[in-house]
């Protein structure tokens, strides 16, 4: 869920974009975080790594949040910026590059 | 290959300042930053500082954030390479780094390392499901990105953190079942926790997490109490329906560049674990290699500004600029030292000593 009302911060206007995860269609906004975007969709589970794993950190240090993002496998969600038409998948393991053997 | 005379890594409250004192004396400064944007972990400080007018005292965080970076942009004499990842320091002065997608090398006189602290994880049943964040985490969640972790939030650790983001997530909509802490006392200021008790929220001291319940990300949480000897008392377990499990249980230097350089660390807990030695400059073992902030020691943003100030007048300083530079450094000095008075600031006072220097 968005803040919508706050005490301290004041929300700016954010360009709405679109992007795919395992091949659903979601919204989010322009250069915030993955993660971020997934998060307000509902999606927590951000990989499985023989149990479901999320991000933690938020900001980049942990790799608890990589995922396959246009093709490419451990990407940190948490930091990566949203662009239009992206196609995010959960990440298996270590993952596959470029669609290729794990 | 590029050159430098102070090459600043990390551009948080620490390593602004460090650029900003060291450019003012004359020097030729380069600042890296893996982020976007300048400002570390100021960026998501939604609450007013402590201390005194020198450090910003009564301003919010995410002010302070940028009042420093705008001082960092106008300065002509410092070079802001964010996007930029630091990669390794070698032993004959080589810093490698990729900024954006590129692999560059670039060599400096002096550089300050300022690279702040992660978050530490807590040992429980269940603590890698989804759900369970850092206090950090959520900070930047709702703070910066404006979304709310969950519903309803169980928060581990009554220290400063756990007891401001708790309020956070109040002034964000967000239910906070309860914050809980192992220890017999709240560790934070009473300000902090007055603030929180009056909203209604229970800080159980002496309790423990026992394990995180949901099966792809956290549903619950089982608490119980600890016994004077922190031992689980047998029959206290509860549950608590919670949706988020957040851990502010405090932070560890994050010192791997530092260990690069080869300089002497020490393991003191009241500081976060293994910090480097340092003189009275902020200069390590190693020559022309400074630190400041959290990488230093754990503590708060407003000493990690000071620090960041007097290693960059050292670093100016030991290449030769500026006049009365001692002077200008003994007042920051005693800045720190009021910063880290009182019962609050025992623990690093002693730490320091520890730290024989």
Known sequence: ?102 | MLHTEIAIIGGGPAGMCAAIAAAGQGARVTLFDRGKKLGGQLVKQTHRFFGSEKEYAGIRGIDIAKILCDEVEKNKLIDVKTDTTILAIYNDGVITYEEGKNYKRITSEKTIIATGASEKMLLFENNDLPGVYGAGAVQTLMNEHGIVPGNKVLMIGAGNIGLIVSYQLMQAGVKVEAIIDASPNIGGYLVHASKVKRLGVPILTSHTIKRALGKESVEGAVICELDEKWQPVSGTEKELDVDVICLAVGLSPQSELLRHTGCEVKYVPGLGGYVPMRDGNLQTTVNGIYVAGDTAEVEEASSAMVEGTIAGLSAAESLGYGKNISELKKSFISDLDSLRSGAVGEKIRSGIQKLGC
């Open chain 1, 1 to 102: 869920m968005r803040i919508k009302q706050h005490p301290v911060l004041t929300s700016i206007v954010k360009k709405e974009v679109e992007f795919t995860f395992e091949g659903k269609t979601y919204k989010g906004y322009e250069g915030e975080p993955i993660a971020a975007a997934l998060h307000v969709n509902g999606v927590r589970v951000l990989r499985h790594d023989h149990r479901p794993r999320g991000f933690f950190c938020a900001i980049g240090n942990c790799s608890s949040c990589l995922m396959e993002v246009d093709g490419e496998p451990n990407v940190r969600v948490c930091v990566e910026e949203l662009r239009e038409g992206m196609v995010i998948k959960m990440q298996e393991g270590k993952g596959k590059l470029k669609g290729g053997e794990a």
